[in-house]
């Protein structure tokens, strides 16, 4: 029974042996040589990097602005088709009429969305001052502000009609309120990012990025490299001067992780030092004293 035990015993640890080789050069496998390439810092201090940011997001702005003024055109027309304003031979009678104002909202909830997106980039590339707490939210959530305007006129407007039957002012109201939810809903920054919050993470000596990524990362060895290959590397200023717009919350999580072990072992080694320190004197005074009774 004890060497069927033992025999059993060895065969666990064998097996287990093997996982770990074979996990160790599943993980060897895994591991990318990566190749880098040196990017400059084109910004000397603070307000340099804050102008470069500012022309970084400047495109963005202006296509968010042109697309939700396209927005509030497309609503006009929809008013106007509604209220039976502008009216076309394919238009007045239905499906047609109907058609044509839902055609003309889905347009405008299009433009909503893809320009909301375009201005969150642009918050991202150049974020807003948290230290205004009503500025900084109108700032990452115009898009929100915008949508409501793409769409509560509409609906007021529609439901306000009279020369429009019940069913077709509650259809429209119907349309337009899911369509104001969407555009809502999607315009929203749901993780904004602060002015302070990129300054403080642009003193990164090195930090690592993709050319496709959004972010910038502290390790070479994160997991969110292990497939790339081609990385670029500079400082976080850099990085953030090329269109990334944060720290990586991993490599974030790790450093802190470090800093806080470094600290732990730091305290431990003081602790150490000053239980040493206090002793000593209470041992010389013990042996002192046994040296003057004798």
Known sequence: MATQKKNTAAEEAAKKALEAVQAKKAAEKKKVAHTYTQVGQQSAGKEELLAVTRKNALPYRIGAFILWIIAIVFEVLAILVFVHKIEFSFTVENPGWTITWIVLLVLDLICVIIGSQLWKKANHLDPASSKNKVGFWLHNNLGVIMAVIAFVPFIVLVLLDKNSNKQSKMIAAIVAAVALVIGGLTSVDWNPISQEEMLENAHIETVYWTASGTVYHAYD????????????????????????????????????????????????????LTEVTDTTPVQDQAEDSGDQAA
């Open 221 to 272: 060895d994160c997991s969110h490299l292990s497939n790339t290959v081609d990385l670029l590397t500079g400082t976080s200023a850099a990085a953030i001067e090329n269109g990334k717009t944060r720290l990586c919350k991993t490599c974030e999580a790790r450093a802190l992780k470090e800093a806080g072990e470094e600290v732990a072992d730091k305290t431990s080694d003081l602790t150490d």
